[in-house]
């Protein structure tokens, strides 16, 4: 089975490819594409969760979206090295949602792995958009990881 690992180059897309790692079976899986879309023209830049933190913010000021885009399937695909099944890599441009389908239906992917909230806005806003519509568009099951909830401060 090919499994399709999206990443927005958030810690949430990360964590949603070491969950796919923590209990799938890597002999049942022969290919997983760590996948990242860069919009064109985006007003807001490919996040940067994943660069080395020895990176000076001038540093990545300057770097490209596709660039940052780059440096996250790198950090995803290392997670996964070693796993088991073969780690490739892919950058596309355009719509996140309608590239993730798009490579499934062209990988013939057996499942899709994203992460729910990958980029710090309310879940609700992110589960309702990218993750929500390759739920729907899809041509082959989506993992969609929320991220693991932060423990609330005792009220005084």
């Known amino acids: 089975m090919h499994?399709?690992?999206a990443t927005d180059g958030s810690q949430q897309s990360l964590d949603a490819a070491r969950h796919l790692r923590s209990f799938a079976d890597p002999a049942r899986i022969t290919d997983v594409t760590v996948l990242a879309v860069v919009r064109p023209l985006a007003a807001?830049?490919?996040?940067?969760?994943?660069?080395?933190?020895?990176?000076?913010?001038a540093e990545g000021e300057s770097s490209s979206f596709r660039a940052a885009a780059e440096s996250a399937v790198r950090v995803v695909a290392a997670e996964l090295d070693g796993w088991g099944p073969t780690v490739r890599t892919s950058i596309r441009s355009g719509s996140p949602a309608q590239e993730i389908t798009k490579a499934a239906s062209?990988?013939?992917?057996?499942?899709?792995?994203v992460a729910a909230g990958g980029r710090g806005l309310s879940r609700t806003v992110l589960l309702g958009s990218t993750a929500q519509r390759v739920?729907?568009?899809?041509?082959?099951?989506?993992?969609?990881?929320r991220p693991v909830p932060r423990p609330r401060a005792p009220r005084p």
Do not use: E, M
């Open 135 to 145: 739920q729907h568009s899809a041509p082959c099951p989506v993992l969609v990881v």
């Open 106 to 113: 062209a990988l013939g992917a057996g499942l899709v792995v």
């Open 3 to 5: 499994v399709i690992v």
């Open 44 to 57: 807001v830049a490919f996040a940067d969760d994943l660069a080395p933190a020895d990176r000076t913010r």
